[in-house]
């Protein structure tokens, strides 16, 4: 074997890896784009419905403390630990905790919207973010199974 082939791997293999990174980064940006856009539709339907909002409140990692929160907007799992804010944003609301939280409460910053809600989770319970959204207009003030409201993007 020349010293030569096997430069020429090595940088091939390095090259096929960044190819395979970035394509997971566009596959990703897609993915959030396309999930931001539902949690636009929703809030803007949600509004329009006059779905009420209550105050969010966030949970301890250990699950056992809730720790007030500025944020007002709806909750899209029966666990509480993810909502959606009244801006568009959504939020995991488990955080650190403690007595300073206690006090004076938590600031959970927003994050990217998976399109699938619990997916690589331990207890393998998984359900679109598109699920979970319709379920929670058909549940609201108009009653379950609405039909006076528009499609969700990409329905």
Known sequence: MVEG?????RERQRQAVRAHADA???RRAAE???AA????WFVAEATRRGLPTSRLVARGYDGRGRYRTRLTGWYVDRAETRAVDVDGRFHLLTVPGGLRALLFGVDPQPSP???VVGAGGRDGESIPLRTLLTRLLDDGPDGPGSTTRPAAPGA
């Open 37 to 40: 856009e539902l949690v636009a």
């Open 24 to 26: 997971d980064a566009r």
């Open 32 to 34: 959030q784009a396309q």
């Open 5 to 9: 082939d096997g430069r020429e791997w």
């Open 113 to 115: 919207a998976p399109l």
